[in-house]
């Protein structure tokens, strides 16, 4: 590691640690980025659109996934419960 950037962090107050790779150490954080893209291929396969729209399709699927009600939620949607909207 560069040791001008360790020096930078610290400054800040910022620990740096590094992991092996390919351990995925939040489960959380990697089991809802596979569902996202496991939504945006299903809304690619779906409607038929180029690869070029892979992004246009990725933000789609967020905001439906953002919009659709979940039981763990108590049927409510995650947009709901982050802007306290009913």
Known sequence: MNNEFENVLSAQ????????PDTPQNRVAERKNRHILEVAHSLMYTINVPKILWSEVVMIAVHLINRTPSKFLGWKTPYEMLSGAN
């Open 13 to 20: 107050g910022i620990v740096h640690q590094i992991t092996s």
